[in-house]
Every structure is written in structure tokens, then in C-alpha cells.
């Protein structure tokens, strides 16, 4: 999916796939009732594809970028109705032959909440002692892919479009979908809460109700032929690289782990999370293969690295990410998608080596997979000191344009006063 910008895309006469004998000049106003928030017919899909291509598909050729938002419907998460196309178009004009004046997508994701059993309408009040806190699990929605067509822009139907999908996504697919376990706290009635990743800064999606979180990252430096590139294994190298079919165990420790960590957080204040479950780490991977498979003709097997023995590892998932792919390095990144501590206290001394091998790795697989840097978002206090102790340069960056988080909270408290749990890279779309 590409970044979400309703307003910077590349100046286009053509307003592709209206029916030209269509007044364009004469288009409903924004907030016109004449205007629908609709689902896209497949052909109009292939239009949307073909108009932000331009935009964030550069890395590839245009056939092969069509052929992967084809092929992102079909991974773990996306499938089965998990990924939702929207388009704001005038109701009154037939599928293929209607204009898009605007279009999103959004993504269905498992995710949770903290309440206490005084609080919470569901069964835990029965389960619970009062006051007691209680992890409730639900349906998350990301929104991505924010596009208006440069015909359209200036006119106020990102906003309108914005608007509509805020609302829709409170109730959309919200029948505790992904809440499996036995014994699950589900929360039934609406969706938890939906987020998206700016990249046009603070103001214009908070203005429609996503408040703007922090934003920041870690970035290192690639470093050609050391630590873990195939072929140049340091053999003093403490973490040990993971491939996929590390990554189902992992993910069920993470959660087991987040989810207790959220249970201790205590009840003054509502947490929430999207899980780091398997599916969602799954979704950038593939999406990465697919990428790297056009543009190096092979794939990777290294997909992060740990160190340390069960109950005492720290661990990392990455991803490479291509914006302009070898043609023009500026914007691929190695992403951390994940880190974990699995004994948040145990002494960073006992840490720091596994840590800084992981890191090595990363700089290396930087390297050798042609991106410019590695990226740790928003380090945790105990990442934080690891990073400061690990001995490996380090740039730490407040974004305030790019890439910044904002959620849209759909319960009763107001955005800004929850704690965003894990906010990391894992959860972008």
C-alpha cells in the first residue's frame, strides 16, 4: 500500500475512465448528498492502481506494480474480505463509467484494549473481580492508499471521503472477528479503533479524528560485508538470523507477552494494541517478497535475528521496503518491524551483546539489499537504553511530516489520552 497523501500526486489532464461526455467542471460539492462512499468494481481497482502508480510505484514497472496490489488481496490478513477498497464517487452514475474523486483502503486487524471488570460490558464483569484489569480483544481497522486525482484535488473530497471512512469503519466488520481463544474478552458492538500513517504531517487527519501519536525512529547505517550478509558471516556473532519458520513461534510468545504487559499497565488509563500476530507480520513479508523477487531476482532468507535462550531472548523482525527501487535508492529502508525483550527486567548488560549483534545483522542485510538505512520506531524506554549502550552509531528522528501515526478511538474516552501500546512498524499499512 502507499503512504497516505490526498494532496501531492502528479499533475495528470486526464481524468482516467470518466465517460467524456461527463461535465467534469459540474461535479457535486464536497459536501453534496449526491456524493457515495462505496466499495470499487474491479476494473475501477485496475484505474485507481493506474493513477497512483506514479506515485508509489516507481521501484517497479507499471505492469508488475498492477500485478502486486492484485496480489496483496490474497495474503494472510488481506484475504477473505480483510482488505477493503473505498472510492468517494457521485451515486447517480453507473460503476465503470463514474468518476473517483477519491479513494482509500483499509485493512482489518486483530487488536485489544485494557479496561477494568467494573468497566466493561462484556462477560468479564462475571469472570472478574471489580477493578480488576481485563485485556478485551476486537476488530482495528488501517487506513492507506489516501489518493486524489489531481483533476479533483483542492476540492475538498479527500475530506469528505475521510469523514465518511471514520465513521463506516466504527461498525465495519466488528463481530469480534479473530477472537478464537477460548475464554476471550470480546468486544462485539464496534470496532476498537482505526489508524492510519500520514505523510502530509499533523493537521489534515486530525481534523477528521485521528489524533497524531509519536512518531520517531532509530536509524543506523548499512555496513557492506559485516555482520550478517550471505556470504560474510562473522563467526563472533552472537544473535543467530530467523527465516519464516521461526516467526509462528515467536509471534505467540509476543502476544502472550503484550498482552500481559497491557495487564499491568494498571486501570487508570485505557491501552490499546494491535497484535503482532503472525498474519500481520506476514503481510509486509510478502508484500517484500514480491518486491524483491522484480527487482533482485531472488528473495531473502534472512527475516531478522535473536539472541539469548528462551525466557531471556531479545529478537527482531525486519523487512526491506522499496520506494525507488535501484533506480533511485532515496526512500528504501530496512524496517525493523518488531523488537522484543522477553524479560523486560533483565540487566541491559546481560542484553547489550545479543542486542548490538542483531543490530550488525541488520546493517548488513541493509547493505547487501541495497537500501539506505535500518529503522527502529518509537524504541520502548528499555530499547532506547539498549541502542545508547550497544557502542553503534545511531541517529535518533522526530518525524513531523512523515509516516506519522494517528488513531481514531471509537470507544468514550478521548484519543489523546490513550496509550498506544507497540507502536512499531509492524502495525503500518
Same mark, same amino acid.
Given at each position: ?32 448528498? @449526491? ?9 475501477? /481497482?485496475?484505474?485507481?492502481?493506474? $493513477? ?19 496480489? @496483496?488481496? +490474497? ?12 472510492? @468517494?464517487? !457521485? ?6 463509467? #463514474? ?14 484494549? +485494557? ?13 472478574? =473481580?471489580? &477493578? ?20 479533483? #484535488? ?16 466504527? &461498525? ?11 475464554? *476471550? !474478552? ?9 489508524? $492510519? ?13 485521528? *489524533? ?11 555496513? =557492506? %560485508?559485516?555482520? %550478517?550478509?550471505? &556470504?560474510? /558471516?562473522?563467526? %563472533? ?20 507477552? $503484550?498482552?500481559?504487559?497491557? *495487564? ?5 488509563? +485505557? ?9 500481520? $507480520? ?68 546481560? @542484553? !547489550? ?39 553503534? =552509531?545511531?541517529?535518533?528522528?522526530? #518525524? ?10 471509537? &470507544?468514550?474516552?478521548?484519543? *489523546? ?13
Amino acid at each position: 500500500m502507499g503512504s497516505n497523501n490526498p494532496i501531492t500526486t502528479p499533475s495528470s489532464p486526464v481524468v482516467a475512465g470518466v465517460d467524456p461526455s461527463f461535465p467534469v467542471d459540474s461535479l457535486p460539492d464536497a459536501d453534496s448528498p @449526491l456524493l457515495i462512499l462505496t466499495t470499487p468494481t474491479p476494473a475501477e /481497482r485496475i484505474r485507481t492502481s493506474r $493513477l497512483t502508480y506514479p506515485m508509489w510505484g516507481f521501484a517497479l514497472a507499471e505492469a508488475d506494480y498492477l500485478a502486486r496490489e492484485a496480489y @496483496l488481496t +490474497t495474503v494472510p490478513q488481506a484475504r477473505d474480505g480483510g482488505l477493503t477498497h473505498w472510492i @468517494l464517487t !457521485v451515486a447517480s452514475l453507473p460503476p465503470d463509467g #463514474r468518476p473517483i474523486l477519491s479513494s482509500c483502503e483499509s485493512l482489518r486487524k486483530r487488536a485489544v484494549y +485494557t479496561t477494568t471488570a467494573a468497566a466493561t460490558t462484556t462477560a468479564a464483569a462475571g469472570r472478574n =473481580e471489580e &477493578g480488576e484489569v481485563v485485556v478485551v480483544d476486537g476488530v482495528a481497522h488501517g487506513i492507506a492508499s489516501v489518493f486524489t486525482e489531481a483533476a479533483f #484535488r483542492g476540492k475538498g473530497y479527500a475530506s469528505r471521503m475521510m469523514k465518511e471512512v471514520g465513521g463506516i469503519l466504527r &461498525g465495519w466488520q466488528a463481530a469480534g472477528w479473530g477472537a478464537e481463544k477460548e475464554g *476471550a !474478552v470480546v468486544e462485539k458492538g464496534h470496532s476498537l479503533f482505526s489508524v $492510519l500513517y500520514s505523510d502530509i504531517g499533523k493537521k489534515f487527519y486530525a481534523r477528521h479524528g485521528w *489524533a497524531p501519536f509519536e512518531s520517531c525512529h532509530v536509524s543506523f547505517k548499512p555496513v =557492506e %560485508g559485516g555482520g %550478517g550478509a550471505e &556470504g560474510s /558471516r562473522d563467526q %563472533g556473532q552472537v544473535a543467530r538470523a530467523i527465516g519464516y519458520h521461526e516467526l509462528a513461534e515467536l509471534c505467540a510468545v509476543d502476544e502472550k507477552l $503484550l498482552r500481559a504487559d497491557l *495487564a499491568r499497565r494498571g486501570g487508570g488509563r +485505557t491501552h490499546v494494541a494491535l497484535l503482532p500476530e503472525l498474519d500481520a $507480520l506476514l503481510w509486509h513479508l510478502m508484500r517484500e517478497d514480491y518486491m524483491t523477487k522484480s527487482i533482485f531476482g531472488r528473495t531473502p532468507t534472512i527475516r531478522g535475528a535473536v539472541a539469548g535462550e528462551p525466557g531471556k531472548r531479545v529478537w527482531a523482525v525486519w523487512m526491506r521496503g522499496y520506494y525507488g527501487g535501484l533506480k533511485k535508492m532515496e526512500g528504501n529502508t530496512l524496517h525493523v518491524l518488531r523488537v522484543v525483550v522477553e524479560d523486560p527486567e533483565q540487566p541491559d548488560e546481560e @542484553l !547489550v551483546d545479543g542486542f548490538r549483534s542483531i543490530v550488525q545483522l541488520a546493517q548488513a542485510e541493509a547493505a547487501e539489499w541495497k537500501t539506505q538505512d535500518v529503522q527502529m520506531w518509537n524504541p520502548a524506554p528499555k530499547l532506547k537504553g539498549l541502542v545508547e549502550k550497544c557502542g553503534i =552509531e545511531f541517529e535518533f528522528v522526530d #518525524r513531523e511530516k512523515d509516516s506519522i501515526a494517528s488513531l481514531m478511538w471509537y &470507544g468514550e474516552e478521548p484519543t *489523546a489520552e490513550l496509550d498506544w501500546v507497540a507502536n512499531e512498524k509492524y502495525a503500518w499499512c
